[in-house]
């Protein structure tokens, strides 16, 4: 059922407010790509996009409490803007089939009893809400697991946006190559680890840039594979649908030259 | 005269909130550690889990066992839990016996045929005063040991099977009473019998833990654990879940 949740307070059964309009859920927030003129020539060179904004998300709101007096709207008020004033929210939005999340701080509340009866005495009132949010992108709230063990190029499923997994090579006493390709085969990145028993595994983690290893249970950092891109690429880089095309599920791939791997990914919505 | 403070220079207030609760972990972040809280898993052998796309693979020593599932029956496996048998997984909540509550959330393997641990919060020897969640091997049940007398509060009705989505929400009243309720598949939620009231200790035994699939180091259940919330006071179901969506 579509809706939403904040702090997992939701928005409607609980907090008695319901979307009239809501702006930003599936904008494309500002990003700006780098270029340069090329001497002597028209046009320009497109390099990697730089930077892109936080999401930011707009909503009116409609808040009308069960029971239809002054007193109740104001205890609602009070909840609703508890609720908003808290920090760092973490939203959730079910648009009817898929529930995504994103974290933002509320910017702005403004609460308005409704005109046309003194604001002492409406029982309704209208409420705007502005959302800055961390990223650019909402993402999935149950993670994915992608198991491989084969040398077999394994789909990855993705959403619009780009996702940053944590890549745990394992398995194998010798040096282990991890590649991630385009749909069509071309490598984009590739990653080599080696451990020292079957039983011990590493652990890169694209979120964050850092690589550790589990050696009996023992994480610790692994300076050793700190630079560990055999194909040299920008770490770290996410599974990106624009390796493939969401629109006809054509994604890219991820494969191990030995031994296994475990990808733990939340696909990314724009 | 005394001149006016300048109004903001007393503080700074930071935007990241940090854990609204005594105890929050939900395996859906595909981290052992709880908000603000580092978890520790405990277990030695390699044992097996399931993807997303329902390929077993290996996990090692003290490798998450993340474990895909699907609790809404279309075939897809969208939710992921940790997977404990022989092994269990605790933080450090060194809170005083107070009027607390807590809801674990996870689907039943065959933890209520077995020893049926489910939670603990005692020291690694399982020494009282504690809580603890295990089984009567049909039905589960709350216990609350204040040193001295133990009393439970077991579930009674319909009991989950392998497969089943369980809520098990637990209170611990001001006056040492406990409570346990349980939720099958989202169906309406029913409570057992309230204990008899049993004075709160006033420390938990030793250095206490609160520890998923062991009571202390020892009996350990089997279950795929999604959630594990602690609160302070007697909360609802709905209020507990607030912290685990």
Known sequence: MAGFTINGIDCESTLKLYLDEAVGLIDIPPRSIGSEAIRGRSGRWFGAQRDQAGRELKWSMILQPATVTAAARITAEHLVRDAFGAGMLSIQFNDGST???????????????????????????????????????WESVQPTILALTTTARYPIELGTGPSTPLIMPMGATSAQTVTYRTAGGDVVWQIKTTNAATTDYSIVDFRTGRVKKS??????????????????????QPFDPQDGDYRTSQWPTLEVDSGAVQAIYWKSWQ | MTAPAIPGLAFRRQITRRSTFPLIWQARRATVDAVDQTGTLVRTTTQSAIDSFGTTYSCYHSQPRWYAVDLDGDTVRETVGLFLVTDYLKWALRLKPVAMS????????????????????????????????????????????????????????????????????????????????????????????????????????????????????????????????????????????????
């Open chain 1, 215 to 236: 050696a009996s249970g023992v994480v610790t950092d692994d300076e050793a594979n700190a630079f560990i891109y055999t194909v040299w690429s920008t770490f770290p």
């Open chain 1, 99 to 137: 529930t995504r999340r994103i974290d933002g701080v509320c910017t702005e509340l403004v609460i308005t009893p409704r005109r046309g009866s003194h604001p002492f005495l409406a029982p309704i009132s209208d409420v705007d809400i502005r959302i800055s949010c961390a990223s650019a992108f």
């Open chain 2, 102 to 245: 807590g809801l674990i959330d996870f689907v039943e393997n065959s933890a209520l045929s077995g020893s049926g641990t489910i939670f603990s919060l005692t020291n690694d020897a399982a020494d009282s005063p504690a809580l603890w969640i295990t089984s009567t091997s049909t039905q589960y049940r709350l216990n609350h040991h204040n040193g001295t007398t133990q009393v439970t509060s077991t579930m009674s009705g319909t009991a989950p099977t392998t497969g089943d989505r369980v809520r098990l929400r637990w209170w611990l009243y001001a006056d040492g009473k406990i409570q346990l309720f349980q939720q099958i598949n989202s169906a309406a939620e029913t409570s057992a019998s309230a204990s008899s009231a049993n004075t709160l200790g006033a420390a938990w035994a030793g250095t206490p833990d609160f520890r998923l699939n062991a009571v202390g180091t020892g009996t350990t259940g089997s279950s795929v654990f999604l959630g594990a919330v602690v609160s302070l006071g007697n909360q609802t179901q709905a209020t507990l879940m607030e912290a685990l969506v």
